[in-house]
């Protein structure tokens, strides 16, 4: 019995090292990871052997996803290429950087298997989420942006931005007609408008430790990144121009607004690099650097955070100047959290002291917005998970006014 074992222990052997590369893999990486959202890492098997083989493969991902169990098993066929994909989800924008591909392969007889590493140390940058951007590009370019939130914004008179004289066609507003050149055509003719374009629009972040809270493992910082991102590309789509601003104790970053074809490139490779700090923003030097560096009346998104009333009220001199010289849009945060303590119902005097304190919480924060719009200074309060959506919304609305 032992020689027979022995026998098909030497044939195994034989079978699996003759061959001095009997298989192959390969990791196609793409260029990039897009934050917070499933990325796909293409696997390719090549089995290279006369024979069937039972393939195990462990990939060894970034430390930053803390998997370490991922384990594939398959049959492949002699001569057979094998393609699968797997999917993982960053948190964090960064370098990742992947370890071996590693490979057990059993012949048929499944005695030993025969060890192969592959694409050893590959590094993927994780990016703001382009794959949101390209999901609200798409969807604003097909006309369905209503089928994500997106709201229909009925337009309030025009911008004044003359683009043609026309002939009046049923259903143009009379009041657009022009009596000079209708005069001289001997018809009715109407000057033609169009939404006012090249309108300077500025992305700001607070980079303080406010925005350091996560929600569904994601940081305040990186839902206004992605937001950041895809609202620059809306802007830019209809033909204004996007800048980008971050501060905390002093200005991280200035980005000029621009409408170049390569700006929302810069944009993007900007926002890359940012991350929160663990002190208290100045807004004081913000509205400084706002009156030196932004001259131009613009659009203004002010992505923060304030928990508490008195939070906001500190700041409320500085929002105050800057809303004087800008359309500024204060954008912060609901307590999502909060939400299960609001909903469930109380069993016990514990849980009746936490849904106050919960409701409290809530009650504050609507009364941060009334107070903002009393003082002029436009105010969003958001879901993280709708911050795009809202942000977006807002935009339209506020070019539908006219007020841009």
């Known amino acids: 019995?032992?020689?027979?074992?022995?026998?098909?222990?030497?044939?195994?052997?034989?079978?699996?090292?003759?061959?001095?590369?009997?298989?192959?893999?390969?990791?196609?990486?793409?260029?990039?990871?897009?934050?917070?959202?499933?990325?796909?890492?293409?696997?390719?098997?090549?089995?290279?052997?006369?024979?069937?083989?039972?393939?195990?493969?462990?990939?060894?991902?970034?430390?930053?996803?803390?998997?370490?169990?991922?384990?594939?098993?398959?049959?492949?066929e002699t001569n057979e290429n094998h393609s699968f994909n797997y999917q993982l989800r960053p948190t964090?924008?960064?370098?990742?950087?992947?370890?071996?591909?590693i490979a057990y392969i059993s012949s048929p007889l499944r005695i030993i298997a025969k060890r192969y590493n592959f694409e050893?140390?590959?590094?993927?940058?994780?990016?703001?989420?382009?794959?949101?951007?390209?999901?609200?590009?798409?969807?604003?370019?097909?006309?369905?942006?209503?089928?994500?939130?997106?709201?229909?914004i009925r337009r309030i008179g025009h911008t004044m931005e003359f683009e043609q004289i026309k002939n009046y066609v049923a259903g143009d507003d009379v009041r657009t007609i022009n009596w000079k050149a209708t005069a001289k055509r001997a018809q009715l003719m109407v000057n033609q408008y169009q939404d006012e374009k090249s309108q300077p629009i500025y992305s700001i972040l607070d980079l303080g430790r406010v925005m350091k809270m996560p929600f569904e493992e994601l940081k305040l910082l990186d839902y206004a990144i992605n937001?950041?991102?895809?609202?620059s590309n809306i802007a830019l789509r209809k033909n204004d121009k996007a800048g980008l601003v971050t501060f905390s104790k002093k200005v991280e970053t200035i980005v000029a607004a621009s409408n170049k074809k390569t700006h929302l490139n810069t944009i993007n490779e900007s926002l890359y690099n940012i991350t929160?700090?663990?002190t208290d923003s100045d807004f004081g030097y913000l509205y400084a650097l706002i009156?030196?560096?932004?001259?131009?009346?613009?659009l203004l998104i002010l992505y923060t955070n304030f928990e508490h009333i008195s939070a906001m009220k500190r700041q409320l001199p500085f929002l105050q100047a800057i809303a004087k010289h800008h359309l500024l849009i204060t954008v912060f945060f609901e307590n999502t959290e909060l939400d299960e303590l609001i909903t469930d119902s109380a069993e016990d005097l514990?849980?009746?002291?936490?849904?106050?304190?919960?409701?409290?919480?809530?009650?504050?924060?609507?009364?941060?917005?009334?107070?903002?719009?009393?003082r002029g200074v436009h105010a969003i309060l958001t879901k993280p998970q709708h911050l795009t959506v809202n942000v977006i919304n807002k935009y339209l609305e506020f070019k539908a006014k006219g007020f841009i």
Do not use: C, W
């Not at 890492?41 to 930053?64: A, G, M, R, W």
């Not at 009156?291 to 613009?298: A, E, G, L």
């Open 227 to 231: 937001s950041t991102l895809a609202f």
């Open 1 to 76: 019995m032992a020689l027979i074992l022995l026998t098909f222990f030497l044939v195994d052997i034989f079978l699996l090292f003759r061959f001095k590369k009997g298989f192959n893999a390969s990791r196609k990486l793409p260029e990039k990871f897009s934050n917070s959202d499933e990325n796909e890492v293409p696997l390719e098997l090549q089995n290279e052997y006369p024979f069937s083989i039972q393939v195990k493969i462990i990939d060894e991902i970034p430390i930053q996803f803390q998997k370490r169990d991922f384990e594939y098993i398959t049959e492949i």
């Open 350 to 374: 514990q849980d009746i002291y936490h849904k106050t304190i919960a409701e409290k919480f809530a009650f504050e924060k609507r009364l941060i917005v009334k107070e903002l719009e009393n």
């Open 92 to 101: 964090e924008r960064g370098e990742y950087h992947f370890g071996k591909l």
């Open 276 to 278: 929160t700090k663990f």
């Open 291 to 298: 009156k030196r560096k932004i001259t131009q009346r613009s």
């Open 120 to 152: 050893e140390n590959q590094m993927v940058a994780v990016y703001p989420s382009y794959i949101q951007m390209k999901k609200y590009e798409f969807l604003a370019m097909s006309n369905r942006l209503t089928e994500f939130g997106l709201k229909k």
